[in-house]
C-alpha cells in the first residue's frame, strides 16, 4: 500500500456515511488461546480495524500479536502507541497520537521526535490523530500515565474548540476517548458538538459496552466506534456490536437507493 491508502480509504467511506467499527486489542490482556479466538470472531462478523496497543505494553506480546493478526486476518492492523518503543513496522500503520486535550509536552511533541526517524525508515502509513481524553468517571491508565486532566465530559464547547485547534494544526484524524475501564461513555452531546465543530474522520472508544452505547455514539457522528475491554470480558459481543455497524450501514445504502 502507498502512504495515503488507509487514510484515503476511510475519508472515502465517511463521505459515503459508512461506519466503521476498531476492535482494540491490548498485548497485555491477551494470551494465545484469546487472540485465536478473537480472529475466529473476526472471520466471522465484519471488523474494519485492529488498533493494537495499550497504556502500558510491558509484556513482549505485541510483536507476537501483529504478526499472528497480519498472517491470518485481512483486517489492517494500526498501532495505537502511548510510547515510541511501541513502533512495530509489522503493522499496516500508526495512529500518532498527538494528545491534544494534555499539555504534557512529551505527549503533545517529544515521544513524536524521539520516533520520528524510526518511523521514516519503516513502512508504517502514518494517520496523524489529534487525541482527546475525556472525563468518564474515573483517572483511567491513559490520563495516570500521560500525567493529563481529561476534558470535562459536560462541556461540549471545550472539547469542539480543542478538535478544532487540532484540525487547523493538520491533524488529520480526531480521536475521543474514554480511556481503559470507563464507568460511562462520552456523551452524545459531546461527539455532537466535536462533529459539527470538524470535517475530520471522527474515532470515539471508551466505555463502549453495550448495544445502545455503540447506537448512541454513532448517531451522534461517530464515523468509527472502538471496542477493548467488553470484548475481552464478553467475546460475544463483538458480533453484537458488528451487527449495530452494519445496521446503520445498511440503512444508508436503502436511503440512498430510494433517492
Do not use: W
Amino acid at each position: 500500500m502507498r502512504l495515503t491508502s488507509l487514510y484515503d480509504a476511510l475519508t472515502k467511506r465517511r463521505k459515503l456515511g459508512h461506519k466503521l467499527l476498531a476492535v482494540l486489542l491490548d498485548p497485555d490482556n491477551l494470551d494465545e488461546a484469546s487472540c485465536q479466538q478473537m480472529l475466529e470472531l473476526s472471520a466471522q462478523h465484519v471488523v474494519d480495524y485492529f488498533f493494537v496497543g495499550g497504556s502500558l505494553v510491558m509484556s513482549s506480546h505485541q510483536a507476537a500479536l501483529i504478526r499472528l493478526l497480519k498472517t491470518h486476518s485481512p483486517v489492517p492492523v494500526l498501532l495505537f502507541p502511548s510510547h515510541s518503543m511501541h513502533i512495530d513496522s509489522q503493522a499496516d500503520g500508526i495512529l500518532l497520537l498527538s494528545l491534544i486535550s494534555g499539555r504534557n509536552p512529551e505527549f503533545l511533541i517529544g515521544q513524536h521526535v524521539v520516533a520520528a526517524p524510526v518511523l521514516r525508515q519503516s513502512n508504517l502509513q502514518i494517520l496523524s490523530t489529534g487525541y482527546m481524553l475525556v472525563d468518564t468517571g474515573r483517572q483511567t491508565t491513559a490520563s495516570y500515565m500521560s500525567g493529563t486532566t481529561p476534558l470535562p465530559h459536560d462541556k461540549p464547547t471545550i472539547a469542539a474548540c480543542t478538535a478544532m485547534a487540532g484540525e487547523q494544526l493538520g491533524l488529520r484524524l480526531i480521536y475521543l476517548d474514554g480511556g481503559s475501564g470507563a464507568l460511562y461513555p462520552i456523551s452524545p452531546a459531546l461527539i455532537r458538538a466535536v462533529r459539527q465543530a470538524v470535517e475530520l474522520p471522527l474515532v470515539v472508544g471508551g466505555g463502549i459496552n453495550t448495544v445502545e452505547k455503540a447506537e448512541a455514539a454513532l448517531t451522534a457522528g461517530a464515523d468509527i466506534i472502538v471496542v477493548g475491554n467488553q470484548i475481552e470480558k464478553a467475546p460475544e459481543f463483538l458480533g453484537k456490536v458488528s451487527k449495530v455497524v452494519q445496521s446503520f450501514n445498511s440503512s444508508r445504502i436503502f436511503a440512498d437507493s430510494t433517492d
